[in-house]
């Protein structure tokens, strides 16, 4: 008599596969694998909207001079993407340091232009430092009729160098929710809407 008949064997389908696992394509589990395209996208997504994504530096023309309008993603980090003024655009600053990448031809000096539209607090426009490369440069500070600040200085030939890049200061960030003005949740530090290098002498 066959033992079939009392101890039926189980059917191909109904057994358990063993050590089953949903493996990515590098052996790690599928939702590892999904979870870290998606952190990546993330980065990727926080750098460009941060003004740190694969923005090529800017260039000065062949008369070596360069103007920032602030109304595109910056070449850098520290910023927030530009937002619409009513007479064009500019950037808050989202850290105490932010920068922009600009080459320049080293070997020359450079007058350095700067106009702060707006500051998150009115006595932080005060604290603003920049330079170029490791070099801090003296600003003269003019206050215009609308409230903005004008800032001029030179940048020396001496820190000048390739694939350097502005900076600009502040001793601190902060948010307006904090200061019990308006309720934009960023942290911010000065509005930023014109930036001008240009060449000194030949």
């Known amino acids: 008599m066959s033992l079939k008949r009392f101890f039926p064997l189980p059917r191909p389908e109904s057994q358990p596969v063993r050590g089953a696992s949903l493996l990515g394509s ?11 395209g998606a952190f ?10 941060l003004g740190m994504g694969d923005v090529p530096p800017l260039r000065a023309s062949a008369g070596g001079a360069v103007r920032v309008r602030f109304d595109r993603p910056l070449p850098g980090s520290g910023w927030y993407p530009p937002d619409a003024m009513p007479a ?3 950037a808050w600053t989202s850290a105490p340091q932010s920068t ?4 320049l031809e080293p070997g020359r000096s450079y007058r ?11 006595e932080l426009s005060s604290t603003l430092r920049a330079g170029f490369g490791e070099t801090e440069i003296p600003l003269r500070a003019t206050r215009d009729a609308a409230g903005g600040v004008h800032y001029e200085g030179v940048i020396p030939k001496s820190a000048v160098t390739l694939d350097g890049s502005v900076f600009l200061r502040v001793a601190r960030v902060s948010t307006s929710g904090t200061l019990g003005v308006g309720d934009d949740a960023r ?16």
């Open 100 to 103: 922009l990448r600009i080459d």
């Open 26 to 36: 590098w052996g790690w589990p599928a939702g590892a694998t999904i979870a870290l």
């Open 187 to 202: 942290p911010r530090g000065v509005l930023v809407d014109d930036l001008r290098i240009e060449a000194v002498g030949p």
């Open 40 to 49: 990546g996208l993330l980065v990727s997504v926080a750098l460009h909207v």
């Open 88 to 90: 064009g655009y500019g």
């Open 112 to 122: 350095f232009g700067l106009h702060v539209l707006a500051a998150v607090t009115p």
